[in-house]
Each structure stands twice: as C-alpha cells, then as structure tokens.
C-alpha cells in the first residue's frame, strides 16, 4: 500500500482576513468583470482543470499598485515520483518583485542510481525508493504585505506546481490611484520538474540513503560520517526542454560542505549561455562568475520558444544529493 504525506498549513489569520476583506470576493469569479474601486480593488481566480499545473494573470494600471493582502490556496498531487513543490511569482518579466515556493523533502531515502554512456559502454541502474510515491501537499497561506508597490505597467501573478493533480486559487487585494485592469486568466499542465535521474551524460550517479541517517550520525556525534553518506556525481549530464511559447524556471540544489565541485550552464535557443560554478572543501566557498553574463543557480530564467539545455558537471559529498530544475512553459496572456 502507497504510503501518503500530506502536508496541511493553516493559519488563525486567514479567517481574519476572510471576515474583513476577502469574505465578499468568494463568490466572484476572475472571468467576471472585476469591480472597480479607485481605494481598494479585489480579485480572485482558480484553475479550472484538474490537471493544471501552471496559471497566470496579468494585472496593470497607469498608476503604481500597492498591494495590502495576496492568499494563496493550493492542493498538489504529482505524477511519477516527483515531490510535491510550487512557485508563486510576481514578475513583469524583467525582474522578480515577490516570490515563494513550497516544497517536500523526504525524510527515508533508499535512491540510487547511475548511468554511464562512455563509447560503446551503455549501462544504467534505477533504484527508486517506493516512498517517493504517493505524495501530496495542501494548503492555505496568507501574506500580508505593509509596502509592497508595484510600478505602473502590466504585472504578471504567476503559480505553477509538479505535474499531475493540481488545484489552485488565489485572492488579492490592491489599490491604486487609477483603474487596475486584468487580464483572463490562462492556464495549462506544461510544467516540469526534471531531478538527477532525468540527465543523461557521460556519468550520472547519485546514493541516497537519505536525510534520517543524517540526523542519527549526526546526534550521535558522528558529523564527518554523516556528511558523508550521500554522493552524486555529473559528467557532461544534459538535458534539453523543447518550449513552445515561454520559459520560466530554475535550479534547485544543497550545497555540501567537506566536497562539492558544481558547474551549472544554461544554454538558450540563440546558443547564449549562463554559467555558474563554484567549488567548496571542508566549508570553504569559492564562487566563479562569469562577470558579463552573471546568474546564479537560484535565479528565476525567462525566455522565448526554442529548444533549451541544461548542462552539469559536479562533484558532491553531503547532506542531500539532488539537482533539479523547476519550470513551466507558460503562455502570456494579452
């Protein structure tokens, strides 16, 4: 029987909210027409799909907008054994103004895997643990914001989550001096979640035998054991994402701390290339940028149609072994 985590946030301050200023907006769909209010405007939305796994709506005034209260709902079920994980942005696609992710970690391990591809040599074996399966997240949060002011222009709220069963809806409150004006909402299930097992180079391999040894070694004064019980290894992995419309997304990744050698590369369509390394032994960071086209691996990535790649090389000892990269490809609405 598939074991099940489900992960419940709740908090006392959703229902204060729901009684002062978001009760009249429920009944109030996002593709109505959206009441106008020079002090405050409300809106609201959801996916509509049970497989949608991305939604965007573009909100802008000639004004800037200030935000009081956004609250995010959201119940994700993934396909395959992908962790349950969802971002929520603010963007006008040429800077991040409001971000927040949510993710599950798993506290078994038992992963391994490893792929060689050498010449003629072509050897893979998968091993992933059944307790990856069957995950689940849910929740409501609520932010309140004291100054969060958005230029005048189009802005763009923007959520999507691992592929497979997902439900969302959101409630915001704003104010300008001017009409806020919305788009319709779109939304779609070409979001991605691509982890080590998904790279495919000379060498990828990984040994997980997850976060709980950690913490037994690490209680029982075994510090040095314990950093060392997880590996990975990269060799010119790649993988390339084909997009249609337009790319979002980034790396995700746990430094380690007695041995890790990374170099992330992102390559765009137009063969641009965004670079980032660095090198860390027994706690001593040494970061490589690349001065003309910096980027950092936790940097959101924005662009056009076109086939992307991803490139790793890496060398790691620590706590948890994983390289990934989270993304959508989203359509921008009008």
Request: with cysteine; proline share 3%; glycine share 8%.
């Amino acid at each position: 029987m598939k074991k099940k985590l489900t992960i419940t946030i709740t908090y006392a301050i959703i229902f204060c909210l729901l009684l002062n200023g978001f009760g009249s907006i429920q009944a109030e769909n996002v593709n109505n027409v959206l009441k106008k209010n020079l002090n405050s405007t409300y809106l609201c939305g959801n996916t509509s799909k049970e497989n949608s796994s991305w939604y965007i709506i573009k909100i802008s005034s000639n004004s800037s907008i200030r935000i009081h209260n956004l609250v995010i709902s959201f119940n994700i079920t993934p396909e395959y054994y992908l962790l349950p994980e969802f971002v929520f942005i603010i963007t006008d696609f040429q800077s991040i103004t409001f971000s927040r992710d949510c993710r599950t970690l798993l506290t078994v391990g038992g992963d391994q895997y490893l792929h060689i591809n050498f010449g003629p040599i072509n050897v893979e074996h998968n091993h992933i643990d059944n307790f990856r399966y069957g995950h689940s997240m849910d929740g409501t949060i609520p932010f309140n914001f004291s100054n969060k002011i958005l230029g005048a222009g189009d802005w763009y709220l923007i959520w999507y989550a691992t592929p497979g069963k997902c439900d969302f809806s959101f409630a915001i409150n704003m104010s300008s001096e001017e009409e806020i004006y919305h788009s319709n909402h779109l939304e779609g299930s070409s979001s991605f979640k691509f982890e080590t097992i998904d790279f495919h180079g000379n060498l990828v391999y990984f040994k997980y035998k997850g976060y709980l040894w950690y913490k037994i070694f690490n209680f029982l004064g075994f510090d040095k054991l314990a950093n060392h019980r997880n590996k990975d290894r990269f060799i010119n992995a790649e993988k390339k994402i084909p997009i249609n419309n337009t790319f979002i997304g980034r790396y995700s990744l746990f430094e380690g701390y007695y041995l890790d050698r990374t170099k992330l590369k992102v390559i765009t369509p137009n063969n641009d290339i965004l670079e980032f390394s660095y090198r860390i032994r027994f706690g001593k960071k040494r970061v490589v940028k690349d001065d003309f086209n910096p980027f950092d691996p936790g940097d959101f990535i924005i662009g056009g149609k076109g086939v992307w790649k991803l490139n790793v090389n890496r060398k790691f000892i620590g706590k948890i072994p994983e390289i990934q990269f989270f993304g959508a490809d989203i359509t921008i609405p009008e």
